[in-house]
């Protein structure tokens, strides 16, 4: 379960992880596209940082908070997944005080059909739309006793070792073809760094 406290209390963790991350995410995204991952996502955390004393006290309007702080991060095309992805599940939990495991798979659903038309990409062409596709099936298979935050880990982990010999077919990675088999695509890595810095501290 979700809610605004519970976002709240993540959003900083969240924050920090994408400044540890910018490094290595910059460094990934340099094998296969403009090494700017990491820097546009170390921008988006701390802009999201600057609006944390004021955000909202519902949770609508703290994604909505938050997608309009990375939206203000140039650099990257994911940044503004990002903050699509954001509004997306801004508006899918218009007026709801919580998201419960089902209402949070279903949202995820509609953030991938969102970003695909917005990206041109589809699942299977091996970007965080897969990733995210992962976690939203892990999200409807387990139990209500399983944490979220382990949940949403270990899918998108085994997505990024599912899709990691297969080669990129959208975005600037796929010019690189078959040179793309055997390694990471950033965007699944960004989403599984993201997902990680939610452990409980």
């Not at 997608?67 to 954001?86: E, I, M, R």
């Not at 798979?105 to 041109?120: H, K, N, P």
């Amino acid at each position: 379960m979700i809610d605004a406290a519970r976002l709240h209390e993540v959003l900083p963790r969240w924050c920090a992880g994408l400044h540890r991350a910018a490094p290595e995410l910059n460094e990934i995204d340099g094998r296969l596209g403009d090494a700017d991952l990491g820097a546009t996502l170390d921008k988006c955390a701390t802009l999201v940082e600057a609006a944390l004393p004021e955000m909202p006290a519902s949770l609508d309007g703290t994604l909505r908070r938050c997608a309009q702080a990375c939206a203000k991060a140039s650099g990257s095309s994911f940044g503004t997944l990002l903050a699509v992805a954001l509004m997306t599940a801004a508006k899918g939990s218009a007026g709801a005080e919580r998201l419960e495991r089902a209402a949070l798979a279903a949202l995820l659903g509609d953030i991938v059909q969102t970003l695909s038309a917005r990206g041109g990409a589809s699942l299977g062409d091996k970007t965080v739309l897969d990733g995210l596709e992962a976690i939203r099936q892990a999200l409807g298979r387990a139990g209500d006793d399983a944490s979220l935050q382990q949940t949403a880990e270990y899918a998108a982990r085994a997505a990024l070792d599912a899709f990691r010999e297969l080669p990129n077919r959208v975005g600037r990675a796929r010019m690189f073809a078959e040179r793309t088999v055997g390694l990471d695509d950033p965007g699944m890595v960004a989403l599984l760094r993201m997902v990680q810095s939610l452990r409980p501290a």
